[in-house]
């Protein structure tokens, strides 16, 4: 019994044989153009037609390439697994994600003690202050309390005023209340620069300026990413419906810059977001 070579994925441009027949078949049993599909898809035409040619290597990352089998699939309603499976297309693996920097336990430790140094020395400074502020007031107020036995009432008759004791208490200076006010919030500098927010799995490649690779990797769902201002010179989001952006704090809207559930855009030196070139 020989096999059909359409269920045959194999490496090589033209090895894949089944998935472009499919959705070509299936593209024609609609009566759709590939430029009705490229309209209905928001993608450009090339990478319809490298769909159909199975021409992977003009679609970029494996994980775009899915993501691209899956919206035109999805539009001639075929199924999705067996067409990916005939494509040859290896699945998405997370890569092994190493730390940027490493802090030792000692550093640790000492940043920690000097926090609490800090917090002990600001406390003594607004501590002091106030104690020494109202001591004067208590000085006095000891003072009237030891004179107060050796008072004696006047004769009655002898014209001498009655001494009011409160004129005595009131001799020393007022107390002072020391106010510990918070300080100024800095959420208006944390939320500066781009911020993704990601809802879903999705495959990112953010570059900076100079066009250096920063990150390249699939971020998982409940994963955020933060960039200050000038560090970004341009983004991809894969699976881009289940991502939020925000820059400077704003919400950003993708859908500019979103084809195929792809998002691609540059960020200016000012903060603004605009399409990439394709």
Known sequence: MMSNPND????????????????????????????????????????????????????????FVRGQLRSYSKLLKLPFDPVVEASGVSPVMPPTLTPRTFTSPVQRF?????????????????AIPVWLATRPHLDVEAVAQDAAPLDVPAAPGAGAAPVDRN???????RPVVASLASLPARAAQEQAGLSLRFNGDSWIEI??????????????????????TGEVGSVVLGNAEVVEVQQDGRAADLSPYLRANVARFTVSSDGSLAPAAD
């Open 110 to 126: 000492a940043e920690q003690a000097a926090r609490r140094m800090v917090y002990i020395v600001m406390t003594v400074a607004i």
């Open 8 to 63: 045959t994925a194999v490496d090589g441009r033209h090895e894949h044989h089944g998935a472009g027949e499919r959705l070509r078949a299936a593209r024609e049993a609609a009566g759709l153009t590939q430029a009705d599909v490229a309209s209905r898809l928001k993608m450009p035409l090339r990478v319809v037609q490298s769909l159909e040619q199975e021409d992977w290597s003009r679609l970029g990352a494996p994980v």
């Open 167 to 173: 004129l005595v208490h009131d001799a020393g200076p």
């Open 207 to 228: 570059l900076d300026r100079e066009g250096r690779t920063l990150e390249q990797a699939l971020v998982h769902d409940g994963d955020a990413r933060h960039y200050a």
